[in-house]
């Protein structure tokens, strides 16, 4: 079968650091991906992985281990506005299967 | 150019009965996938569509059926509804077929089944 897990609930203030993790199980994996949703919202494209290592796009950066099928998003400086709900996903052939998602808080 | 696009955005149906969801991808975008997803939940995969073939179907009934348009928008059909059919719908569209790198996802339509 393939199945995701990360963390239901974050908790951070303004300008700090936070990491959101993600372990999958799944076969005919191609990548792994970061979603934003916001309240009311739909799924925002964040990062991709499709090969071991980090990649940084801005605040965000995304991490992948394909030996230990596990990844993580970063997000650096934390805004207000980054209370949202983050998914991870899995690339597998003609479709992509999300996690239950990471709901993030952010106070000031 | 404009994003995703889907119609209508809430609907309200009541057991039993269909309903149709419709699409339009990014211009350019050949490719559409169809995400039910339920308040507290990930989107679950239900259909990936592409030059109008059906190219990956998810665990749902066959009450669930779609299909792509020579213009590349599709519809999503959803028959004899029920109650558990209630959720966000979710469409996307990508330029990748296969591995899904980067799915670009409509507003969603709201269906409510009483």
């Known amino acids: 079968g393939q199945s995701l897990e990360q963390p239901s609930e974050v908790t951070a203030v303004e300008g700090a650091i936070v990491q959101i993790n993600c372990t999958y199980q799944?076969?005919?994996?191609?990548?792994l991906s970061w979603y934003q949703q916001h309240d009311g919202g739909a799924p925002t494209f964040l990062s991709y992985n499709a090969l071991d290592g980090l990649e940084e796009t801005g605040r965000f950066s995304s991490f992948l281990s394909r030996s230990d099928s596990y990844g993580y998003l970063l997000l650096q400086e934390l805004q207000m506005k980054d209370s949202a709900s983050y998914f991870c996903?899995?690339?597998?052939?003609?479709?992509?299967?999300f996690g239950a998602g990471t709901r993030l808080a952010v106070h000031p | 150019d404009a994003g995703v696009t889907q119609s209508p955005t809430h609907l309200i149906k009541t057991r039993g009965q269909h309903v149709t969801l419709r699409c339009s991808p990014i211009?350019?975008?050949?490719?559409v996938s169809w995400y039910q997803q339920v308040l507290g939940q990930g989107p679950q995969f239900i259909f990936q569509?592409?030059?109008?073939?059906?190219?990956g179907r998810g665990n749902f009934p066959d009450r669930f059926s779609a299909r792509q348009f020579p213009n590349y928008s599709s519809e999503l059909n959803v028959n004899a509804l029920l109650l558990g059919d209630s959720a966000l719908y979710l469409c996307?569209?990508?330029?990748?077929?296969?591995?899904?790198?980067?799915?670009?996802f409509g507003s969603g339509t709201q269906l409510s089944v009483l």
């Open positions: 211009s350019g975008h050949k490719s």
């Open positions: 569509y592409y030059e109008k073939e059906e190219r």
């Open positions: 799944t076969s005919g994996f191609y990548g």
């Open positions: 996903a899995v690339g597998g052939y003609n479709k992509l299967i």
């Open positions: 996307a569209s990508s330029l990748e077929v296969v591995s899904n790198e980067k799915l670009f």
